[in-house]
């Protein structure tokens, strides 16, 4: 009997969101004020955030560097500035520590920002990445060992990493003038200089 009567209370309320949720239902004048002036707080909200996303933007591209200046460069760990791209929505950093050199493979650690949240592989945000590179300094490629992500710029907040086996970790060709560009170009240079 007990249970009659949760199926027939289930029932009730099933019939009663259908017949709320049915088209054409009346709302009262009061509903349709509070619904209409919630429409357009939330497009006004969304207006205010597109019009401050483009003024930063704008603010980045007039000077990319000034967005630079505001991240920790770290030095602690040996990371140096290289590369800010022309928009100013990355940035780049290297260090020499533990660089090294087998024939003619370089592997180093990198430093990407961003001044926008972006998204991994696995779909989750970050605004800091860190990279263990091979380069292939011979046939111009690189390849990605070990990939850090950082909720926050300067490599804080939370973390995910990726790693890939050396062996089956995929090469991919250097494209001059990109962002892999530079720091191929900073990893063969100091690598070829520094290390035997």
């Not at 209370?9 to 239902?25: E, I, Q």
């Not at 940035?91 to 990198?110: E, M």
């Not at 990445?129 to 950082?150: F, P, T, W």
């Amino acid at each position: 009997m007990e249970n009659h009567g949760r199926r027939f209370l289930g029932c009730a309320l099933a019939l009663a969101w259908l017949v709320s949720a049915r088209p054409g239902t009346a709302q009262t004048p009061e509903q349709e004020k509070l619904w209409a002036a919630q429409r357009a707080q939330s497009l006004a909200d969304q207006k205010a955030l597109a019009d401050r996303l483009a003024a930063q933007r704008a603010a980045r591209k007039a000077d990319p560097m000034a967005w630079v200046r505001t991240l920790n460069p770290m030095t602690a760990g040996g990371w140096e500035f290289r590369a800010v791209g022309e928009d100013g929505s990355w940035a780049a950093f290297s260090t020499d520590h533990q660089l090294k050199r087998s024939g003619h493979l370089v592997t180093a650690w990198l430093r990407e920002e961003y001044p926008e949240p972006q998204r991994s592989d696995g779909g989750d945000t970050y605004l800091s990445s860190v990279e263990k590179i091979q380069y292939d300094c011979v046939q111009a490629r690189g390849r990605v060992l070990v990939v850090v992500y950082y909720t926050e710029n300067n490599i804080a907040g939370g973390q995910q990493s990726e790693a890939n086996d050396p062996k089956q970790a995929p090469w991919n060709p250097i494209v001059p003038g990109t962002q892999s560009d530079y720091l191929y170009q900073w990893a063969c240079g100091v690598g070829g200089k520094t290390h035997s």
